[in-house]
Every structure is written in C-alpha cells, then in structure tokens.
C-alpha cells in the first residue's frame, strides 16, 4: 500500500472513532479492508481508495471503519475488575444510593459480553438488589457488533472464554449450537450505537462507567478528550473501569487512581470513599 492511500484511509478511521494507525499497521488496513473492498464490487484496495477520493460515501465510510474497530471481547474479562464491582463497588453503591438506583454505562461493549457479565453479578444479588432500579447502557461504534449483543447468541467458543459453567446452566438455553442468554438480562440492557468521540451529554450521569481496553487505540490528545468527557458523565462518587494498560496518569487531572484498588478511578476533586481492597 502506497504512502498516500494509508494517508487517507488512517485519517478517515482516525476522524471516525479515535483509533490510530502508525505505518506498521498498514497490513491490518490490507487484510481487513479488501473484504470491505469486494462487499462495494471492488477488486483492489487500490480502487477503494480511488473512490473514496471521487465521492463522500458515508456507508462505504461506516463499513471500512466498522471492520477496522477491534472487537475482541468475553466473559468476565480480566475477572478481577467484576469481582471488584461485585465486593467493593457494589457495596458502597448500596450504601450511598438512598433512592435505590444504579446507572451502568459499558463503552465500546463490543459484542456484549460485559454488560452481560455485569447483568449476571447484579442477578446473583437478586436478594440484596430487591427494589433497586438498575439501569445499564451498552454502546459502540459498530452498528454490526451492537446487533451481536443486542442478540444474545454465542457460540461454544464464546461461551468458554471466561463464563462459569454454573453461569452457563443458569443463564443460558442452548439452540442449536449456540447459547442464548436468558431474555430476562437482555431486558435490563439498553443497547445504544454511540462513538466515543461524541458529545456524551446526552447519555446521563453514571454510577459506574467500563471503558476498558479502548484508549489504548487513541493518541494521547484523543485519550486526554475522552476520559475529561467520561469524567464529565461520572457521579460525583463514581467509579470508572479502565483497561489494565491504561490510566490517567499524565493524561487528566480530573480523575485520579482509586488507592489500593488498580484499574479503578474517581473524581480527583473528590475524597476516594473508604472501601475494602480486594
């Protein structure tokens, strides 16, 4: 791929949803585009780029920067960020929500299998969360991975990679080779398309927001924007869950690292709440 052509197309998925392409990166642009390419009737990603410089095609646009967007997700990733929400996060909430309600945003969802992972920690609590109003919001960029989730059908392979057996027989009903979630946590999911890179004004105010594992694709200008925006969505005494290879530090002095609890943060200008460490 020639120097101009990964030009326009790493600025087109950079203008689009944040992510960053360095040079090294251009056999990704040729091994997930040239599907995109023959989907349009193209044969080359020569002619792809050849016509995207003769037109504004906004689909041709959506598709070429859905299948670059990463899409790598399962159940109860990374584990210790759910048993945190689970033991330490949840705990507090219940303490210091006295109308009884709890809003969960899951950025960049992905194919769902954190708010789902979310659902089923909330659902096991089902005699402490009685009466509680529990709101969770699922967003991404792809319109395409965001039918997946809203679907709730997995495959054997999807299922495996990280969801307790326990959890599989209580919550799932095998169709066919794939699992279907039961409709009950699908119900307490609102699935949204949204792009990081937007306004989120709109979205509310969170309790507990997951951003995990997206910033790592941002320049740092991009990271410092959306995490001064999350910050903006967060409750006053909220608690937002980023990846393990991202933080805050020498990005925003808005948010803070939660003492003694890694991956967590909260408000700087806020006193971190007294919780347990797990």
């Not at 203008?15 to 044969?43: C, H, I, N, Q």
């Not at 020569?46 to 041709?60: G, S, V, Y």
């Not at 009884?100 to 969360?129: T, V």
Request: with cysteine.
């Amino acid at each position: 791929m020639n120097i101009d052509d990964f030009t326009l197309l790493s600025k087109i998925i950079k203008d689009r949803s944040g992510l960053t392409l360095t040079r090294d990166k251009a056999y990704l642009l040729e091994s997930r585009l040239l599907p995109v390419a023959r989907k349009w009737d193209m044969k080359t990603l020569d002619e792809l780029t050849a016509r995207l410089r003769q037109r504004n095609e906004i689909a041709l646009i959506r598709d070429i920067v859905e299948a670059m967007t990463t899409n790598e997700s399962f159940f109860f990733r990374d584990i210790k960020p759910f048993d945190q929400f689970r033991d330490v996060v949840l705990p507090h909430l219940q303490q210091h929500r006295p109308g009884r309600s709890i809003k969960i945003w899951s950025a960049a969802c992905s194919s769902g299998q954190e708010p789902y992972s979310l659902a089923m920690i909330l659902r096991e609590q089902k005699a402490k969360m009685a009466g509680w109003n529990i709101d969770i919001l699922a967003t991404d960029l792809s319109t395409e991975i965001l039918a997946k989730a809203q679907a709730g059908l997995y495959s054997q392979f999807e299922v495996q990679r990280g969801l307790p057996i326990q959890l599989l027989v209580k919550y799932f009903k095998q169709t066919g080779d794939r699992w279907q979630i039961d409709p009950t946590l699908r119900d307490i999911i609102r699935f949204k398309t949204f792009n990081l890179l937007d306004d989120m004004v709109s979205l509310g105010t969170f309790d507990v927001i997951y951003c995990r594992n997206v910033l790592i694709y941002f320049d740092q200008p991009t990271k410092q924007v959306v995490l001064e925006r999350l910050a903006r969505q967060l409750a006053p005494d909220g608690f937002l869950y980023l990846g393990g290879a991202e933080t805050v530090v020498g990005i925003t002095d808005k948010l803070q690292p939660m003492p003694n609890n890694r991956g967590i943060y909260q408000h700087a200008s806020k006193a971190a709440p007294k919780l347990a460490t797990l």
